[in-house]
Each structure stands twice: as C-alpha cells, then as structure tokens.
C-alpha cells in the first residue's frame, strides 16, 4: 500500500511541476534559513556544555556597595580561592586562578615575533577543572613549573609550522624566556574562555621587577578585590550559597566593618551561565531571542505557503477522494495517501534544504562574522535540533491538508455540488499571516537601518574623520619625544596627539570619591592626554582653561555630566576632588563626547592634562592620534609613518587603527542585526509571494469560464486584472493593520536600549505597506493580465 501511496505521490508531482517547484522550492529555502540560524542560536545557547564539570564550576564575582548603587567585577584577590578552599575543603574540591595578559610580543630563537593579546595565566589545576585536553603533553604537570607555557595548535604552527614545539622556548614580551609544555586540543568554538596560550601562574612573580602592582597584587594575603578571576569546581552544585557565605565571613574577618554599614557581596556565577546570563555579560545576546522568532517565523511562513497551495488545489483531488470513497476507501486510508504525498515532498524538502545549508554555510557564516566549529555540526544537541525540525514539518505540513482532503462527501462530490469554496477563509488566514510577518519585518528592518545610520552620522562630540591611532609600545619610551616630533614634520599630517587610552577600543581609568558639595560617592572615569589632544580631536569647550596646566595639585578638567554627578555649578573653576592620595583642581569644562558606544547613558569623565605624555605613557601604556590632512595617498602616508616608527622600535610591530572605522565596529550587533533583518525580510516576502503566485494562478483557473464571458461581454483588460487582484490586495490590508501595531511594540522596546536613539515615525510603516501592496498586485496581477489576455473561446470550449 505505501508503495501505491508512493507512486499516486510522484505521479501528481510530475503531473503538476509548477506546484510541485513553488512546494518544493518554498519549502526548502524556508528550511535551510530557518536551520542556519537556529543553528547560530542552539550554539550561542550550548556554551561550555563540553564541560565535563560544567555543572559544579562557579566564577566568583565581587559586588561592592558605592553609594546608592553597587559595582561588580571579576577581578578579585590572589589568596581568595585557596583560603576559601583551606577553610572548607568538603565543599570546595578545586580553585582556578587566572589572569588576562596584556598584549605582548612572543618571540621565537630565530626572531621570528608576533603581537598576542589572547594569552592567558592560569594555575596547574586549570586543565583538569576544565575540560580543554591537550595534544601533546601531561595535563596534570603542563603548568606546575615557573616558565612554563602551553601553547593553541594555532599559535604552536604560527611560531613552529610542523615541527614539535614541546621543549622550545618563546620569549615573553622580550623579557622572560617560557618552555612549551603542552600542546592544547582547537578551542571548541562554543567556549566563553577565549585563550590563544596558557601561561603557568607561578611565572607571574618573575615579572615582578617589571610591574610593581603585580608584585603588590601577588602579596596580599586578604580575600576580596584584587586582580585575578576566581573559579570554583564545588564538590556539589548545592553547595554554592554556602560557599558564598563562607568567602564572606573570610571577607569580614580581614576587613570589619562598622554596624549599620553595608558590606560586600560574593557571588558564585554558574560557568554554564555566563556566556548568556552572567552579571558582566555584553548584552548583544538581546537578539537572539529575535532571531529564533525570525526563524520560526520563516519556517512557518514557508509551512504556510506548502499548505495553502495544497488546500488551494483541493478541487482538482476531489473526485478522485469521491471515487475512492465510493469503491470502498477509508477516511483513514486516504488521509494516510495524502500524509504519504506531504511527507514526500517533506522529505525531498528538507534534503534540499540541507544542502543549501552546506553550500550556504561559509557565506552566512563570514557575512555575519560568526565562528561556529566544524565539530558543532555533529554535536548530540545540533542533530536532535535537525531531526525535531524535521518532524514538526512534517506533522504540521501534512495534518491540515490529509484531513480537509480525506473529509470530502463522495455523493456530493460525485453531484458536483462540492464548493470551490471549501477552506478559502482558511487560505486566507494564512496568507494574512504570511503578509502579516512580512509587512513586520519591513518595518524592524527600516527603523533598524534609521537607528544605525543615525548613531553612525550624529555628531559624537568629537572629530573621528581622518584620526588614525597608533599603539605606542613601552620600548619606544626613550625615544618617544623624537618619535613624536618626527611624525608632527611628516607631509600630510595635520596634528599629533597623546593620550593614555586607546578611544573606542579601551577603557579608562575609574576612580572613586566623593563630591566636596553633596557628599555622595562619585565614580569617575580618568584619562590623561596631552594639550594637542584638544586640537586634533576638534574637543568642544564649553570653559576653556585661563592658565597653564599644573601637576601639583594636578590639573582636571571635567565633562558636563561630571558637574552634574558632583553637583557643581555651571562655573566649577577652582573646585577640588580627592582622586586617591592627590586632590585635583577643576580648570575647565568639556561638553559631553562619547566614550563608549551610545548604548550606554553619557557617564561622567575626569581629563588630567600633561605635559610630560611619556611619564604617562610609561605608566598606563598609551596611544598617539594622527589627523591626516584631507585628499592625498593614505597609503603612502601610513607607509611613511611606518618607516618612522620601525626606525625607532625594531621589536614590536607597527600597528595602527582608524577612529571612525573603531567607531562603526562598536554597533557590530547592530550592523549584524540589520544585514539579517534585511535578507530574512526579503526571503519572507519571497516566500509569500510564491504563496500568492500560486493562490492566483489556481484562482485563474477556477474563474476561467467567468473571465471568458466577461471578456465576451466587453469588460476591460484592467477591469478584469482589478477583479482578480483586489480580493488579494484587501488581505494584504488587512495583514498591515496586524503588522503595524505589533512591530511598533517590538521597536519601541527594542530602541529602549540605547541613550540616544531615533523618534518612529510614521514613514517607515507607510511606506512597508505600500511596498507591501505593490508587490502583491504585481504577483498577482501578472496572473490576471495572462487570463484576460486568453481568448475567451478557448475558455468557453473547455468547460
């Protein structure tokens, strides 16, 4: 019997090849979108799941009372892990101390040497805690010695090709030669700890004499904030509010506090949690919620499509249900005929599909910046995903059509009293439906594009057109001043700047105190730059200094939300602020410019003035900005730069950025949602379009006779191309008076996250509809102009 279900199946197939391809073809480009971007989010969701102790591994975080509000970081002290693990071993099996390295240069004995900024201290028990194995070496051992480093097979192939790196040396930012020990395994790439390279934690105190903080850090016997991440493998899960309290009684004991004053707060955050919900998260994982919807959207859009033109053709199965019914067939037998022929064309779907997937994948992945491994593909979770997906197609696009099909009166039918009517209003459902989401997506996709054009081109507050930055290495100090000297002479280069932090790559320095006029605690950022910085960055003075900068006490000039947060006056010249053991005089006032990404609210911002830039250079590291006079070869001027630079550093590579190019990365999300919202809406419309082409042509065919007559009567080309298309155009209607409300809801929401952001207006939704409409008409209209066109004599004879 499946066999002659099978052959009815084809058959029909065959029979009609225009249906058959806008099924198939629907189907299978729905499936293959739908099963790449839910592959994007299964991966973002099944983070350190590889973890054989994911489930018992904590990170600690610090949550610190400042003021009326609390600030929380990773960054905790040297001896909080093994004191905590001392204390109550029965609750903590294991501790993990690491710290991110700055970047640096590895070198090889032959010279060869690369900058690195993925490298990563860790203690010995890092590599059994979690669940990274090695190639080649002993886990156990790889990181107990000084010295000692362990090396991605990247960076083991970047500095030794084939040979076995295990016993060579790399030097560490040209001072500390490191044995490899341990080759790692590839990183899956569904893991939140992103390393190029391990480096023993023991190797840290023989960086001592090059970082006195670090030597501070690495003594300090207390349990609280410090500079290095703390994981905890628990001996159980359950057991980690006890832990929480016991690091807070450790806390307390070496840092009393008086009564009625607030104290500090451990939390232990789930490993397994972190990439998606951990306190100090990015939350760009805000869409990935939208992009399940836009692909369950798509799916059903494409489901829609398969259903309607099935149902659509109703008609043309129904004596052959009536015959079949009368010679003795049951509902059941034919519902399963008809279930047969959807799970084919299901089956031929999919397979489709999961070679548009294959072929798409590189594409889809490098167009969106996404790294998903090879290995992921043949993850447990990824195929369940791909067999449930299959499944659903299956129950969903089959069930409507067998039981409307297999529910037919054989006596009406075999009458010809069967309605040609039967499940219109149903079809119409759907394509609202289909329309609906379509009309939606136009809409996020034009507020989506207005809201990153404007953060883009609003004016920040500074000049970003023409800076290119250049990192200054702390080997280039002594020559520095020449160096500076020497790029102000260069042709072409209008103005050269200093400055502690790279801008729109870095952070700034954070200070916290207290303001002289409300007496409430104060987070301050500091930066420090020298006076050119004001020129070359075209900064906008809102008071400018009257005299010269001071170092003592050292000269401060403040952004307009600084003087709101400390409650100043519109004139603060003069005031002073503690920042640590030095009290800072006010000079002068900025208007606001944006640090950071236009996500986050205007913060307050502390700038010192300097005139010796390399004392801070050397100090915090640091970065010069070099405004390019316009026109010319930008090429053969960075080119030039490079010679200069190379000329007075010979270890660490030239490296520089574009200010406006670092600009436009920090709406990489943005940038990412728009580019799918703009292909994902474009496949939905083509997918109801498909629907309606079809729904058009079987509405042609069925009023065949009617248009004949018409046409015989004397109607129009245009009256009878209006006829046909505006039924359609009404559901198109309709569909954008669902629409606009509901993307209205989900845009509003959507630019809450932003401080400054655009006003919706009502152009966006005017012109999705009338885009709508237009694209509709001409589906359906190319349909009803090729049967008015027919000869109406051909029409009357074939019924």
């Not at 005031?575 to 944006?594: P, R, S, Y």
């Not at 990489?668 to 474009?682: V, Y």
Request: overall charge positive.
């Amino acid at each position: 019997m499946l066999k002659n279900y099978l052959q009815i199946a084809l058959r029909n197939l065959r029979r009609n090849p225009l249906y058959s391809l806008l099924n198939i073809g629907g189907l299978a480009a729905g499936l293959a979108v739908s099963i790449l971007i839910l592959l994007y989010v299964v991966h973002e969701y099944s983070y350190d799941t590889f973890h054989q102790n994911g489930d018992r591994i904590f990170q600690t975080m610090d949550r610190m009372p400042h003021g009326e509000t609390h600030i929380q970081t990773q960054s905790l002290s040297v001896q909080l892990g093994p004191r905590t693990q001392a204390a109550r071993p029965d609750l903590v099996e294991a501790t993990v101390r690491t710290r991110s390295s700055m970047r640096t240069v590895l070198k090889t004995a032959t010279n060869f040497h690369s900058f690195e900024d993925q490298l990563l201290f860790a203690d010995p028990s890092f590599l059994t805690v979690f669940t990274y194995p090695l190639q080649k070496g002993n886990a156990a051992t790889a990181l107990t010695r000084p010295n000692t480093i362990v090396l991605s097979p990247e960076l083991a192939q970047k500095y030794f090709g084939a040979a076995n790196p295990l016993g060579k040396t790399l030097v560490y930012d040209n001072k500390l030669p490191l044995e490899v020990t341990g080759v790692l395994e590839s990183l899956p790439s569904h893991s939140t700890l992103s390393f190029s390279a391990l480096i023993s934690f023991a190797t840290q105190k023989n960086l001592v004499a090059y970082d006195e903080g670090l030597g501070k850090q690495l003594e300090y016997s207390h349990v609280g904030g410090g500079a290095f991440q703390t994981y905890f493998l628990l001996t159980k899960a359950e057991h980690r509010t006890k832990v929480e309290r016991l690091i807070r009684q450790l806390h307390l004991k070496d840092h009393p506090v008086k009564k009625g004053e607030k104290t500090e707060e451990f939390i232990l955050e789930p490993f397994t949690d972190l990439h998606l919900h951990g306190i100090m998260v990015d939350h760009s994982q805000q869409y990935h919620g939208l992009f399940t919807g836009i692909a369950l959207g798509i799916l059903l859009l494409a489901l829609i499509n398969y259903m309607n033109l099935t149902t659509a053709r109703a008609t043309q199965r129904a004596k052959e249900v009536g015959v079949r019914k009368v010679l003795g067939g049951l509902r059941s037998n034919l519902a399963a005929q008809f279930y047969t022929e959807s799970v084919l064309i299901t089956l031929i779907s999919f397979a489709l599909s999961l070679l548009l997937v294959e072929a798409l994948r590189p594409f889809f992945f490098q167009w969106l910046d996404l790294h998903i491994s090879d290995t992921f593909l043949k993850d447990p979770l990824f195929i369940g995903l791909l067999a449930g997906l299959l499944l659903l197609c299956t129950l969903v696009a089959g069930s409507y059509p067998a039981l409307l099909l297999s529910q037919f009166t054989p006596a009406e039918v075999l009458k010809g009293r069967f309605s040609k009517a039967n499940g219109i209003n149903i079809r119409r459902v759907l394509t609202i439906f289909q329309f609906s989401v379509s009309i939606g997506l136009i809409v996020c996709s034009f507020i989506v594009k207005n809201q990153l054009d404007f953060l883009r081109t609003q004016n920040i507050g500074l000049d970003r057109e023409g800076i290119v930055v250049i990192t200054v290495p702390q080997t280039m100090i002594p020559h520095y001043a020449a160096f500076k000297q020497e790029l102000r002479q260069q042709a072409g280069i209008q103005n050269v700047a200093a400055a502690s932090w790279p801008l729109f790559k870095g952070g700034v320095n954070m200070f916290f105190t207290q303001s002289p006029i409300t007496k409430k605690d104060i987070s301050l950022q500091i930066t420090a730059v020298d006076n050119s910085f004001f020129q070359t960055m075209n900064v906008p003075w809102k008071i400018k200094p009257t005299r010269p900068y001071s170092s003592n006490p050292p000269s401060l000039i403040l952004n307009e939300s600084a003087l709101k947060d400390f409650g100043f006056t519109e004139r603060p010249i003069g005031e002073k602020i503690q920042l640590g053991t030095q009290a800072a005089e006010v000079v002068g006032v900025v208007k606001d410019f944006n640090l950071f990404s236009s996500k986050h609210p205007q913060s307050g911002l502390g700038i010192s003035v300097v005139a010796d830039t390399t004392r801070e250079l050397m100090t915090y590291g640091g970065c010069l900005y070099l405004k390019l006079a316009a026109g010319g070869n930008v090429t053969a001027r960075l080119a030039a730069v490079e010679s200069v630079f190379k000329k007075y550093e010979t270890e660490y590579p030239f490296e520089y950025y574009f200010l406006d190019e670092a600009y436009d990365a920090l709406y990489k999300a943005e940038s990412k949602l728009g580019t799918m919202l703009t292909a994902f809406t474009s496949l939905a419309i083509l997918i109801a379009c498909l629907g309606l082409f079809g729904l058009a042509t079987f509405a042609v065919e069925t009023r065949r006779k009617e248009i004949g007559i018409r046409k015989v009567l004397g109607a129009s080309l245009s009256s009878i191309t209006l006829l046909l298309s505006k039924e359609f155009l009404k559901l198109v209607l309709i569909a954008n008076a669902i629409a606009f409300p509901i993307a209205w809801y989900f845009m509003q929401d959507w630019l809450k996250a932003y401080a400054i952001r655009i006003q919706m207006g009502w152009v966006a939704f005017a012109l999705a509809g009338f885009i709508a409409l237009v694209i509709a008409f001409v589906t359906v209209s190319t349909q009803a102009i090729r049967a008015a066109n027919a000869d109406p004599v051909k029409s009357l004879k074939s019924e």
